[in-house]
């Protein structure tokens, strides 16, 4: 891997050290309650991570290009601590703030970025619905034309940070037939409009300080001034939004992994069977190697593939292998370090168990390895 250049060195300590000796201290009492601590989201932004994809004129600290590896260094070492925490800042930096940074216009960046770079709003992306999960193209919400605006019907499910976003990006359909990629248009909402509501928090297995529910939109009027982007370019937007995001779902599982090796090789070393540590065990070293191995190939590849978004390519196909892969391994890894552990790794004294509840989820979210696959030989195949 390449030498890590010392601004990004220096950065990635700081977040490092926020997430050992603050995270950390809260991350079991937060799976437990479900709660997500906001304070420590503020405490982000004001560490500048929030606003580190975004253009300093609008709070953020992006100057140039954009730098997405470091990004991923800093969500890895967040979700050593909490992934649940790292999903739901994600969700509000790279799938609203993003991209409004990227799809907005003057009005919508001056309105919605300052507040998300500081820490003081929250961001949701509403895409799935009851019936549209993996069929994304299949949703049901729709966008009619209304006098300076447009009129909101649907909703949304398992969107992250529903329940306490302070504003939302909405997919709906303002034309075309479902199953089409035209037709769908992006909208900019706020808490408190007229006819949006939310869910409670869904009780999940895991990513439990995640805060994850349900949108409801009942004729919302949403004035012209909002809408994100070009009408009908939605779910072009979409796919650039999603290929970043499934490879920061990776990234989430690759810190798990690292946390769960970090934890294998401690206990190990001090944990006796038959006379000698079980570290002395060849089955024991066999999943230890494997763990080390698959960590090295999932970061590298991440690393590979956000190189290639921020130079401008088309990362479609890579994009699905770095989630599937990255994903895949991380949960293998959390049973590997429950089978290491035994009995103590199936309770949360060594939390190798909450890393299991965790990984599960991103081979689900951000569209399931399934779907994944069929993307890369869609690419493929030229289809």
């Given at each position: 891997m390449p030498?890590?250049p010392l601004?990004?060195?220096?950065?990635?300590?700081?977040?490092r050290?926020?997430?050992?000796?603050?995270?950390e201290?809260?991350a079991?009492?937060?799976?437990?309650t479900g709660?997500?601590?906001?304070?420590?989201?503020?405490?982000l932004?004001?560490?500048?991570?929030?606003?580190l994809?975004?253009?300093?004129?609008?709070?953020g600290?992006?100057?140039?290009?954009?730098?997405?590896?470091?990004?991923?260094m800093?969500?890895?070492?967040?979700?050593?601590?909490?992934?649940g925490?790292?999903?739901?800042?994600?969700?509000?930096?790279?799938?609203?703030?993003?991209?409004?940074?990227?799809?907005?216009?003057?009005?919508?960046?001056?309105?919605?970025?300052?507040?998300?770079?500081?820490?003081?709003?929250?961001?949701?992306?509403?895409?799935t619905?009851?019936?549209?999960?993996?069929?994304?193209?299949?949703?049901?919400?729709?966008?009619?034309?209304?006098?300076?605006?447009?009129?909101?019907?649907g909703?949304?499910?398992?969107?992250?940070?529903?329940?306490?976003?302070?504003?939302?990006?909405?997919?709906?359909?303002?034309?075309?037939?479902?199953?089409r990629?035209?037709?769908?248009?992006?909208?900019?909402?706020?808490?408190?409009?007229?006819?949006?509501?939310?869910?409670k928090?869904?009780?999940?297995?895991?990513?439990?300080?995640?805060?994850?529910?349900?949108?409801?939109?009942d004729?919302?009027?949403?004035?012209?001034s909002r809408v994100?982007?070009?009408?009908?370019?939605?779910?072009?937007?979409?796919?650039?939004s999603?290929?970043?995001?499934?490879?920061?779902?990776?990234?989430i599982?690759?810190?798990?992994?690292q946390?769960?090796?970090?934890?294998?090789?401690?206990?190990?070393?001090?944990?006796t069977?038959?006379?000698?540590?079980?570290?002395?065990?060849?089955?024991?070293?066999?999943?230890?190697?494997?763990m080390?191995?698959?960590?090295?190939l999932?970061?590298?590849?991440?690393?590979h593939?956000?190189?290639?978004?921020?130079?401008?390519?088309?990362?479609?196909?890579?994009a699905?292998?770095?989630?599937w892969?990255?994903?895949?391994m991380?949960?293998?890894?959390a049973?590997?370090?429950?089978?290491?552990?035994?009995?103590?790794?199936?309770?949360?004294?060594?939390k190798?168990?909450?890393?299991?509840?965790?990984?599960?989820?991103?081979?689900?979210?951000?569209?399931?390895?399934?779907?994944n696959k069929?993307?890369?030989a869609k690419?493929?195949?030229?289809?």
């Amino acid at each position: 891997m390449p030498e890590v250049p010392l601004e990004r060195k220096m950065f990635v300590d700081t977040i490092r050290k926020f997430a050992r000796n603050e995270l950390e201290l809260v991350a079991d009492e937060i799976d437990a309650t479900g709660e997500f601590p906001i304070n420590l989201y503020r405490r982000l932004g004001a560490l500048g991570f929030l606003g580190l994809r975004l253009p300093a004129e609008y709070g953020g600290f992006m100057e140039g290009n954009p730098d997405s590896v470091t990004v991923m260094m800093c969500v890895e070492e967040i979700a050593k601590a909490s992934a649940g925490f790292a999903l739901s800042v994600g969700a509000s930096i790279t799938l609203f703030a993003a991209n409004v940074a990227r799809n907005g216009n003057e009005e919508q960046k001056t309105a919605y970025l300052p507040g998300i770079a500081s820490g003081d709003k929250i961001g949701c992306w509403g895409l799935t619905e009851p019936d549209a999960g993996s069929d994304a193209l299949g949703i049901k919400t729709r966008a009619v034309r209304a006098e300076g605006g447009w009129l909101l019907n649907g909703r949304k499910t398992f969107i992250t940070n529903a329940p306490i976003a302070d504003h939302f990006i909405i997919i709906a359909r303002t034309g075309g037939e479902p199953g089409r990629i035209d037709g769908g248009t992006a909208f900019i909402l706020d808490r408190g409009a007229d006819g949006l509501s939310t869910g409670k928090p869904l009780d999940k297995m895991g990513m439990r300080c995640s805060p994850t529910g349900e949108i409801f939109l009942d004729n919302v009027f949403v004035p012209d001034s909002r809408v994100l982007g070009k009408p009908g370019n939605g779910f072009f937007d979409m796919m650039a939004s999603l290929d970043f995001e499934r490879s920061v779902a990776g990234a989430i599982n690759v810190a798990i992994a690292q946390r769960c090796l970090e934890i294998c090789l401690e206990y190990s070393k001090t944990r006796t069977q038959f006379g000698k540590p079980i570290s002395k065990f060849q089955l024991v070293q066999e999943k230890i190697a494997r763990m080390h191995r698959d960590i090295e190939l999932a970061r590298t590849y991440i690393i590979h593939v956000l190189e290639m978004i921020d130079s401008g390519r088309l990362v479609t196909a890579q994009a699905g292998i770095a989630k599937w892969f990255a994903t895949e391994m991380g949960t293998q890894a959390a049973l590997d370090a429950i089978q290491i552990l035994g009995g103590y790794g199936y309770c949360r004294e060594y939390k190798v168990e909450r890393y299991m509840r965790d990984a599960k989820l991103l081979e689900i979210g951000a569209g399931t390895n399934e779907i994944n696959k069929l993307l890369i030989a869609k690419v493929l195949l030229g289809a």
